[in-house]
């Protein structure tokens, strides 16, 4: 008989991005994107940060300020580090899973690099322009969103051993 509490695809790959998100080392908002393909295969994975090569201290985690004294110039967002980490790979009809909905910036490059389907979690900044924007590309372009009602409000991972 078969295990029936094994969690959903999409509890799965919507954890797979909460997880990545807990490599963000953004005070405010840890975002972790996770790219699946039609056959479900997961493809690329990202999370919001700094660049690569650079010092994570060599720029500001503020967000208020002077634009150039903020994070938002430098900061590269989770589904763009995602689609990059991709490395090329045809990403045409994939889904991206990311716990927040993607800023118009995100939008963009979701749709031109061929995904149909993003499943979110979070729309806490709904009422910016920058949300608006993306909703109305992602209609433009049709591309399906849709926000997940996850079963269970939490999957706990334990590094707990039997010895
Ligand atoms: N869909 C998104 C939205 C935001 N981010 C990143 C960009 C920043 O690091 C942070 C947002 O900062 P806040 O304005 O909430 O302090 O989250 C992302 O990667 N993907
Ligand atoms: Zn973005």
Redesign the pocket.
Same mark, same amino acid.
């Given at each position: 008989m078969k295990r029936t509490d094994y969690i959903s695809w999409d509890e799965y790959f919507m954890g797979i991005s909460l997880l990545s998100g807990m490599r $963000?080392k953004?005070p $405010?908002? %840890? !975002?972790g994107?996770c790219i699946v393909d039609m056959d479900n295969r997961i493809v690329s994975i990202g999370?919001?940060?700094f660049l690569n090569g650079c010092s994570d201290e060599d720029f500001p985690w503020e967000?208020e300020g002077d634009f150039l004294n903020t994070?938002?110039p430098y @900061? !590269?967002?989770?589904? %763009?580090?995602a689609i990059l980490n991709a490395r090329g790979k045809n990403l045409e009809g994939c889904s991206i899973y @990311?716990n927040?909905?993607? &800023?118009h910036d &995100?939008a963009r490059n979701i749709i031109q690099s061929g995904i149909k389907k993003v499943y979110y979690l979070d729309d806490?900044?709904k009422d910016t322009d920058s949300t608006k924007a993306s909703k109305f590309m992602f209609e433009k372009a049709k591309v399906e969103c849709i926000r997940l009602k996850p079963r269970t409000e939490k999957i706990e991972i334990s590094f707990k051993t039997q010895d």
């Open positions: $963000s953004d $405010s908002t %840890q !975002v994107a999370y919001n940060g967000r994070k938002y @900061v !590269v967002h989770a589904e %763009q580090n @990311v927040l909905f993607p &800023c &995100c806490k900044y």
